[in-house]
């Protein structure tokens, strides 16, 4: 099965594990490699729109912060420092390969006010029209709480996904997919290639993700019943060497595969 053939329009998204080295800088190598293979699924006439994360680890990294933030007021200041110095290193990679990015940054209440959807659905249509790749974060600044928060990018990835009604969305994490029990303490662990029933596996999941990290497999797991839901396929895919996107491409299956239910 050629799971990109019926995918005109994909969501990607990459998590901090990803995107920057254990001292919190970006992990330059990495970024350049995930913007090449982006941009040549991008030639190939798909739309990919990136949810990236490491904004705030970014910023952390920049100011020298010495530790990762823990009160909602330092990772703010953090994420807005971080947000400008990502959007400048994807901009001049993107732009080495003929891309043009966008920034579009996201709070909740964006999916509940019914005008702020639309023009968020309308914005999402036009920059892809116009063959832009719009880069996703929320908007980690000026969200605070239950009513603007997505409470990660796994989630908000699974929404961006819906809104923008995409064929597929790819979570690159730093685990190569679900496991039938956690791989960090159990070596006879094995990775599970398909899912048809979330609910089933919903409970054996892991919840923590790393300290830079927000995700886990809770939260994938979740973000994998949201799009599911609404008829949009989801990979869990390690995104250690982002050229793992073209064995997809080429036809092979990597990571876990979660089928949509309409
Ligand atoms: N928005 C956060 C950042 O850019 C990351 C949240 C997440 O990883 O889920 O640092």
């Known amino acids: 099965m050629n799971y990109f053939r019926d995918s005109r329009r994909m969501v990607v998204k990459v998590g901090t594990s ?9 992990n330059l190598r990495r970024i350049e490699k995930l913007v090449k293979v982006l941009s040549d699924l991008h030639n190939s006439g798909m ?14 990294a920049k100011v020298g912060f010495g530790k990762f933030p823990t009160s909602p007021e330092e990772k703010q200041a953090m ?4 947000q400008s110095e990502l959007m400048k ?46 880069i996703v974060n929320e908007n980690d600044s000026v969200s605070t709480d239950e009513l603007t928060k997505f409470g990660g990018n796994d989630i908000l990835s699974a929404y961006v996904a819906k809104l923008c009604k995409a064929d597929l969305l790819l979570n690159l994490s730093d685990v190569d997919g679900l496991y039938d029990s956690d791989p960090r303490t159990n070596p006879d662990a094995s990775l599970i290639s398909r899912v048809e029933n979330i609910d089933a596996i919903m409970s054996g999941a ?10 886990g497999m809770i939260a994938k797991l979740k973000a994998a019943k ?29 990571g876990t595969y979660f089928t949509a239910k309409k």
């Open 47 to 60: 739309q990919i729109v990136l949810v990236s994360s490491g904004a705030v680890s970014a910023g952390v």
């Open 18 to 26: 990803t995107l920057t080295h254990s001292t919190g800088h970006l």
């Open 89 to 134: 290193i994807y901009d001049r990679f993107f732009s080495d390969y003929g891309h043009t990015v966008a920034q579009v940054l996201m709070t909740k209440e964006v999916l509940t006010t019914p005008e702020r959807r639309a023009a968020a659905e309308n914005t999402f249509e036009r920059l892809l029209q116009m063959r832009c790749v719009p």
């Open 206 to 215: 892991g919840d923590a993700g790393t300290e830079r990290g927000t995700g």
């Open 79 to 82: 994420a807005a420092i971080g």
């Open 226 to 254: 949201i799009v599911t839901e609404d008829g949009i396929p989801m990979f869990i895919l390690n995104g250690h060497d982002p050229e793992i996107l073209y064995a997809l491409m080429d036809g092979g299956h990597v």
